[in-house]
């Protein structure tokens, strides 16, 4: 079972910026879809960004389209999440989550299998 590890997560201003890391403890090839997912106290965790790591494609919930820009490094098993512009709204648990797949999976929550321990995003002045 793939072991996700996420960090960067802390407590910023608005308009103030966060690069997340997921790492992973190996992939067994460039086939996964990797996630960043987020929940906030009270609510259902909700998608925020994909990728899909052999070809670097790209999906953006519209709420962060502009402010928020995934990547990988697949020489180091690790997808970032660089978030710009950050708002009081923004301010939750941010999760990784990956799965095998033959192209890039959407930020649906049940469609991932493999799940980090999540990361304190705050964002208030």
């Known amino acids: 079972q793939l072991q996700l590890v996420e960090s960067g997560g802390g407590l910023v201003q608005p308009g103030e910026s966060l690069r997340l890391s997921c790492t992973a403890s190996?992939?067994?090839?460039?086939?996964?879809?990797v996630g960043w997912f987020r929940q906030a106290p009270g609510k259902k965790r909700e998608g925020v960004a994909s990728?899909?790591?052999?070809?670097?494609?790209?999906f953006y919930e519209d709420s962060v389209k502009g402010r928020f820009s995934i990547s990988r490094d697949n020489a180091k098993n690790t997808v970032y999440l660089q978030m710009d512009n950050l708002r009081p709204v923004d301010t939750a648990i941010y999760y990784c989550?990956?799965?095998?797949?033959?192209?890039?999976?959407?930020?649906?929550?049940?469609?991932?299998?493999?799940w980090g321990q999540g990361t304190q995003v705050t964002v208030s002045s």
């Open positions: 989550a990956a799965r095998r797949a033959a192209s890039l999976v959407v930020t649906f929550p049940e469609w991932y299998s493999d």
């Open positions: 190996g992939f067994a090839s460039a086939s996964y879809s």
């Open positions: 990728i899909y790591l052999d070809d670097g494609s790209t």
